[in-house]
């Protein structure tokens, strides 16, 4: 299987918006996410990708999108997520937000990964902001979803340059598989400068 990648902007990612709200939904239902989706609610969230500062970078398998990476301007997402962060140093005004990366599992292992923070990385860059930020989400260790041979992402991270932001936690809302609603989830901020 050969890969290729294809960067949307603003208006443009309206192309992919139905391709990305499916992987989010099939990808996140894995660990540690554990995402119940929905498609409507996928569709409504993404608009915020098209913004002229927003990126969606697709993985494609010939004219199939297998993954696929977003991100923008911190200031320019629509959450708080930025407020887990006011207590550092660099001004929220010089950091693109990584948010999602999704990768159907019969494609890992080919670089998409390193890919997807290439293109997002050098998106930030090109807007002329100085730090490239990512959150990651925290499940108990002893989590009973959690597969035997789950490897964390951690090293891969690590290895592009990030660092966890220390007590920068950000707090977001899902459902999780089989749960009746709702509940609150960490996810820890990992940053490197661009």
């Known amino acids: 299987m050969s890969l290729t990648f294809r960067s949307f ?3 443009d990612v309206g192309q992919v918006l139905d391709d990305l709200a499916r ?22 969230y993404l608009e ?10 697709g993985a494609f398998d010939g004219g199939r999108m297998v993954g696929a990476a977003t991100g923008m301007p911190l ?3 629509d959450d708080d997520f930025g407020s887990a962060l006011a207590g550092i140093d660099v001004p929220m005004s010089d950091i693109f937000y990584c948010a999602e990366s999704v990768l159907l599992p019969g494609y890992r292992g080919q670089g998409a990964g390193h890919a997807f923070f290439d293109a997002r990385e050098d998106h930030g860059r090109s807007l002329g902001l100085t730090h490239s930020a990512f959150c990651g989400v925290q499940r108990p260790v002893d989590h009973p979803a959690r597969p035997a041979d789950y490897r964390p992402h951690d090293a891969f991270w690590r290895k592009r340059g990030y660092i966890p932001v220390p007590g920068a936690i950000a707090r977001f809302a ?12 960490p996810l820890q901020f990992w940053m490197k400068p661009l």
């Open 9 to 11: 902007i603003g208006a």
């Open 23 to 44: 992987l989010r939904i099939a990808v996140f239902r894995d660990w540690p996410y554990l995402y119940d989706g929905d498609l409507a609610y996928e569709r409504r």
């Open 48 to 57: 915020l990708y098209t913004n002229p500062r927003a990126i969606v970078v």
């Open 75 to 77: 200031t320019d997402h």
């Open 174 to 185: 899902w459902k999780d598989l089989g749960d009746a609603a709702e509940t609150e989830k």
